[in-house]
């Protein structure tokens, strides 16, 4: 991705595996995942009533709203299961042991509502 900024967010030791944590990147509030093979990268709101998804339940690729139990895809934002609507995901690079995120759009995942901008 040419152009791209990248924010550190976290170091990988501190999100256990198949657990989410909620990161902030300036402004942003974004939801965290270690699914094991990798990092994915979420707005921390769930699209039905805003529930922290950070504290879900992970299970593969998914998320469990811990409110509600919507499940959202981490690779596209998607609600699977418990309703429609959707949530940004975030670019997520791993290097010498950290997490960093870019607010760079995710063309085929990010929702007209998100945000546009740099933290």
């Keep these: 991705m040419p152009n ?3 924010y550190f967010v976290a170091g990988c030791a501190d ?9 902030r990147a ?3 509030e974004l939801a965290l995942f270690n699914i094991g093979d990798g990092f994915l990268a979420v ?3 769930c699209p039905h009533k805003q529930g922290p998804l950070a504290d879900g339940i992970v299970a593969g690729k998914s998320v469990f709203c811990p409110l ?3 499940k959202i895809s981490l690779e596209t934002g998607c ?3 418990g309703g429609t609507g959707v949530v940004r995901t975030y670019p997520v690079r791993v290097a010498d042991g ?5 607010f760079t759009p995710n063309p085929a995942t990010t929702p ?3 945000p546009n901008g740099q933290p």
Excluded: F, Q
């Design 4 to 6: 791209v900024t990248w």
């Design 15 to 23: 999100i256990p595996l198949r657990e989410g944590r909620r990161v």
């Design 26 to 28: 300036g402004a942003h």
């Design 43 to 45: 707005d921390n709101r």
């Design 68 to 70: 509600h139990s919507w």
């Design 79 to 81: 609600a699977l299961a």
């Design 98 to 102: 950290k997490v960093y995120i870019s």
């Design 112 to 114: 007209a509502s998100a």
